[in-house]
């Protein structure tokens, strides 16, 4: 059963606390995007990355976020600080080849920043 | 900017009836077009794909791109109440830029 999987599936926090999420993509795939999706904006791409190499992160607070991708299986997003305004769920998705890339995501994580 | 836009609805549609949902995108480099269904509080899920002109049918579903008046929409045969959703419309400008820019979605709703 391939899929994307994601941890924690939800995540309570103060503000000000160090939050990481945790991303295993599809074997195989060489992509991994991170979305953000609030009632307001939608989905958001925050970054993607190919072949474990960052790609585009124009889509994150450059400040308080960062993408990674220690290797192959595992992709993370970290908020430090973290802001009541960065509520809301963060999903990964994966893809395979260029071009015409269907992304399928993972279950995502709510977070809440209180 | 890329901007896809759509109309958030509610759509309601009655059961067995066609669903149309429609979709513009502002950026011409657009080159492939999605369509995701995302119920509440899940995960958007992918429903098919297209990136040349004209229909492409699969099953119930039938998406339609016509990228001269840069629109795209979705139909939905013999509409279920298992279909309603938000129906999710993305487009990435391919050529290795693969991050897919999302309309906010439309919330369509199938009466029995």
């Known amino acids: 059963d391939a899929r994307v999987t994601q941890t924690p599936r939800h995540k309570v926090t103060e503000m000000g606390q160090e939050v990481t999420m945790r991303c295993q993509p599809i074997l195989g795939h060489n992509t991994v995007f991170w979305y953000r999706q609030t009632m307001m904006q939608g989905l958001e791409l925050l970054a993607y990355?190919?072949?474990?190499?960052?790609?585009?992160d124009s889509g994150m607070p450059k400040d308080r976020f960062s993408a990674e991708m220690p290797d192959a299986t595992l992709a993370t997003l970290k908020i430090q600080p973290s802001e009541p305004r960065d509520s809301a769920v963060y999903f990964c998705?994966?893809?395979?080849?260029?071009?015409?890339?269907?992304?399928?995501f993972g279950q995502g994580t709510r977070l809440t920043v209180v | 900017q890329k901007e896809v836009e759509q109309n958030s609805g509610p759509l309601s549609v009655p059961e067995g009836a066609i669903a149309s949902l429609n979709c513009t995108y502002s950026d011409r480099g657009s080159q492939s077009f999605f369509w995701y269904r995302q119920y509440s509080g899940k995960s958007p899920e992918l429903i098919m794909f297209i990136y040349s002109n004209g229909d492409k049918e699969d099953g119930r579903f039938t998406a339609q791109l016509n990228k001269a008046s840069q629109y795209v929409s979705l139909l939905i045969r013999d509409s279920q109440p298992s279909d309603s959703a938000t129906y999710l419309c993305?487009?990435?400008?391919?050529?290795?830029?693969?991050?897919?820019?999302f309309g906010k979605g439309t919330h369509l709703i199938i009466q029995p």
């Open positions: 998705a994966s893809g395979s080849g260029q071009g015409h890339t269907e992304a399928f």
């Open positions: 990355f190919r072949n474990r190499a960052p790609l585009d």
């Open positions: 993305a487009a990435n400008s391919g050529g290795g830029a693969d991050g897919l820019t």
